[in-house]
């Protein structure tokens, strides 16, 4: 049946008039049209220090709709990941946003980091770390939990949990709670409030909302890059028309 249809449209084609079947073959559905809007709206972001967007989607097979579109940025210096995807997901399209930042010891962490490494500080003077007490380590980083979101009502201090406590290593994860997301980093050192390295990372709806929840407090290099960042999230917004809700 396939092929039958095949010749049958070639043939059809071939009896056209030569401007006509060229007209016919540029013309472009509003999926295709979205796609390529996109494609030229990703093409102008994160110039300065990031690689060109790979960009992958998927139309269907019509070409009326778009069933997934991802793009995808590094960091030249392979620390900073951004990452952006749509896709149907139940009765709705859903759109989420992936940022992650491996920083080394020469790169700044979040603002709140100062306040949970001058705590980490006194838990290095009441645990030394040569004597590797995990437990005493993490009675002391909850006592301090304890007294900035309790106490103090911080809303802006993390919570804070040891999640490796050497001789040779201390590592601490601090995480804020979200919904529908994770929003944490983990801090790791030697023996000394200097930290050795980060990793920053975001899990987040694609809303302008979220967006601004995660430009509150980042890393400065991810702050840097915020005016792109709400670009994108505009960019994501005009391809929700044409998202393709796949029944369940």
Known sequence: MKKTLTKTTALIAFALPSGTVLADQTTKTTAQLAIEQFNECAGSLFSDEFEPAEIDYELSLSKESVLFLSAKWGSRDNTITILTRIRSVGRSAVKEMIITQNGQSSDEPPPTAAKV??????????CPPQKEDYDCADAV?????????????????????????TSKEQSFRASKEVRNGIDDYQLT??????????????????TPTTVEEVLHNPPPRVAKNGSDIRKLQACMENITPHIRIIPR
Do not use: C, D, M
Request: glycine share 8%.
């Open 189 to 206: 050192l030697n023996g000394a409030t200097g930290h050795k390295s980060f990793v920053w990372r975001t899990l987040r709806p694609l």
């Open 141 to 165: 980083i909850e006592r301090f939990n304890g007294i900035e979101q309790i106490v103090r009502h911080n809303l802006e201090y993390p919570h804070v949990t040891v999640e490796k406590y």
């Open 117 to 126: 490494k001058e705590y980490i500080g006194k838990v290095f003077e009441e």
